[in-house]
Nanobody, 113 residues
Framework: VQLVESGGGLVQAGGSLRLSCVAS????????MHWYRQAPGREREYVAA??????TRYTDSVQGRFTISRDTKSTLYLQMNSLKPEDTATYYC?????????WGQGTQVTVSS
């Protein structure tokens, strides 16, 4: 499976961005889809997830600011509002499929203060 993220960019603190992740398979092929991020010099961290039944989860630091959603075909979204400089990172989409994790190439989000 291939995953392609887009939508990153440079935004001022308090601004918004919407990230997209397009999968090469129908998204209902996966039990869940995830967003992760990695800031320079830090480990990759979990951000949000959506299960195939629509249940969503968020890490505490983005709860209430970020919203994960999907369309009915192949795209996962991450709506990011009230962005903070500490949200600066490369954002990755991930799925677990046929016994292993699959990652996209990432999209850079930079939030200026």
């Amino acid at each position: 499976v291939q995953l392609v993220e887009s939508g990153g960019g440079l935004v001022q603190a308090g601004g918004s961005l919407r990230l997209s992740c397009v999968a090469s398979l129908n998204i209902f092929s996966f039990t869940a889809m995830h967003w992760y991020r990695q800031a320079p010099g830090r480990e990759r961290e979990y951000v949000a997830a959506m299960a195939s039944n629509g249940v969503t989860r968020y890490t505490d630091s983005v709860q209430g600011r970020f919203t994960i959603s999907r369309d009915t075909k192949s795209t996962l979204y991450l709506q990011m509002n009230s962005l903070k400089p500490e949200d600066t990172a490369t954002y990755y989409c991930k799925v677990f499929y046929r016994g292993r994790d699959h990652w996209g190439q990432g999209t850079q989000v930079t939030v200026s203060s």
